[in-house]
């Protein structure tokens, strides 16, 4: 079964400034997809930035960037001039490919603080 | 335009009333989800539909059935509510397409057996 990992139940950091939160996983398949999803605290659950497991360019999205590593089986998320509204739970989320299984890790709540 | 709705937002009812929670999705989605978040933010997915078919069921007690009338709709129905179903039940859609994959959720429905 397919496991995810985030090793950082809390983390904070100051506005403008850079953060990284972690995520392992382990599987055996080979194609899979990863994601962050943000849920802040209106609760709704935002996609912010997916990967492919067969892209080996990481994948950016504006602030947000992602340092996949597919052997050390690691998807990092990397939060670039962080600004108050990046406050909230953030999920990694992994997928088999042709299977909609959703795995979640158990989050870790960023607070930007001014 | 709402992409995933879910009504109620929030439902307080009970120990051993039956309860229903509604999903529509506007995004023309093939498959719907339904999850549940506990109140140590952990996801779990409960049931997937693609086509009016059962594709995921992860074990969760037969109280609780999802009802798809159409694409576009997965209710939740819970019979025999229990005080450990309170948590923030989450509905979902994708498209299964290649490179459109991810999932969209809802806004949640909060449930709070009394």
């Known amino acids: 079964a397919q496991t995810v990992t985030q090793s950082q139940p809390e983390m904070s950091v100051q506005e403008a400034e850079t953060v990284t939160l972690s995520c392992t996983y382990d599987t055996s398949e080979n194609n899979y997809y990863l994601f962050w999803y943000k849920q802040p605290p209106s609760r709704q659950m935002i996609l912010v930035i997916r990967q492919e497991a067969y892209k080996q360019q990481n994948a950016t999205e504006n602030r947000f960037s992602v340092n996949f590593q597919k052997a050390a089986k690691s998807f990092s998320l990397k939060i670039s001039d962080s600004q108050l509204g990046d406050t909230a739970m953030y999920f990694c989320a992994f997928m088999k490919e042709r299977n909609n299984d959703m795995r979640f890790g158990a989050g870790t709540r960023l607070t930007v603080k001014p | 335009d709402t992409a995933v709705s879910q009504t109620p937002k929030y439902l307080v009812t009970q120990m051993g009333n039956d309860k229903s929670i509604k999903c529509e999705q506007n995004?023309?989605?093939?498959?719907m989800y339904w999850y549940k978040q506990d109140s140590k933010k952990f996801l779990k997915i409960m049931f997937s539909y693609n086509n009016k078919e059962l594709i995921i069921n992860e074990t969760v007690p037969n109280r609780f059935s999802p009802k798809s009338p159409d694409k576009a709709h997965l209710n939740l129905h819970i019979n025999s509510l229990e005080l450990g179903d309170s948590a923030v039940y989450f509905c979902?859609?994708?498209?299964?397409?290649?490179?459109?994959?991810?999932?969209?959720f809802g806004p949640g429905t909060r449930l709070t057996v009394t």
């Open positions: 995004l023309g989605h093939d498959t």
């Open positions: 979902a859609s994708s498209q299964d397409r290649e490179f459109s994959y991810e999932q969209y």
